[in-house]
């Protein structure tokens, strides 16, 4: 796990397209790898505490479908913290077809954002470092998001 002074690394996890996950296509269904992202991000946050800490799911921010995956196919996810605020995480997920291994095609890439909370649910300060490569187009981009949230639950 990361410690609360370096800069949280990624995680990556895999997953078999099962019938279950199919939609009437035949393909993935998004609600299903919306789950999938939705969970990755919430480990990909946690990890970047040595303990596990009161965190919440604020939004998604973005979620892209790029390509279908099938039954049969192996989508692995990487989520990755794409931003720190006071009491936010912000995390990208990307996710590939693992096969063939000459052309893995994207499958699905999304943003989401996370908050530190106490016992009442209100935001609280986790004293994590700020993502160093953060760009400012990045970093106005989650501020946003942020603002958003937090004075539509206040």
Known sequence: MASPDSQPTSITTTHLVKGEDLNH????????CVEWCVHMAYVTAQNCFEKARPLV???I??????SPARL?????????VD????????VRVDGIKLQ????????????????????EGRAVPHGLP?????SNGTRNRWKSAEQEYLSASS
């Open 25 to 32: 296509h035949r393909t993935l269904y998004g609600g299903r």
């Open 83 to 90: 931003y720190i605020g006071e009491s936010t995480i912000g």
């Open 61 to 66: 921010r973005s979620l892209s479908m790029r």
């Open 100 to 119: 063939p291994k000459d052309d893995q095609k994207p499958v699905v890439t999304g943003t989401f954002l996370f908050c530190t909370v106490d016992e």
């Open 72 to 80: 049969g196919d192996i989508v692995q996810l990487t989520g990755s």
């Open 57 to 59: 799911f604020m939004s």
């Open 130 to 134: 700020q993502v160093a490569n953060c």
